[in-house]
């Protein structure tokens, strides 16, 4: 006998202790899936940026650099990697998450992925309800 699915469904379930861990394992998630090749700093910096809104500021980019021990000069290169990338982008004149991927880590994140065995025609990206 064999067996043939046409779908197959998995759920994972991971507690995170804070909203920076999980805001960390959503954007290497998407990482990952999109083969953007983030390395763990860059990751770290949108995850952060998940959580503060905005690396714009003085103070924000300073908490930044302590936390993670880097400098602003590293900062600024991965800034300008990461909008190459449009995961950052530049709204009211100040550097952001691209809104698509912006979402609210004080809250559980359920993802949704669907791997398709296909060429996609349209590529659909969005926001599910919570």
């Known amino acids: 006998m ?3 699915m046409d779908t197959f ?30 390395t763990e700093r860059e990751i770290q910096l949108v995850a952060f940026m998940g959580i503060k809104g905005s690396i714009s500021f003085a ?8 936390r993670y021990a880097t400098s602003s ?4 290169n991965m800034i300008s990697k990461l ?4 995961v950052l982008t530049k709204i009211d004149g100040k550097i952001k998450i691209a809104p698509i991927i912006q979402l609210d880590f ?8 669907s791997l398709v065995h296909r060429q996609a025609t349209n590529i659909v990206s969005e926001k599910l309800p919570d």
């Open 2 to 4: 064999k067996l043939h």
């Open 9 to 38: 469904s998995q759920r994972f379930r991971q507690e995170h202790s804070s909203s920076f861990d999980l805001a960390e394992r959503y954007y290497a998630v998407l990482s990952a899936l999109n083969n953007l090749k983030l």
């Open 59 to 66: 103070n924000v980019r300073e908490e930044f650099c302590r």
């Open 73 to 76: 000069p590293t900062i600024n």
């Open 83 to 86: 909008k190459k990338l449009h």
């Open 106 to 113: 004080n809250k559980d994140v359920k993802l949704e992925i």
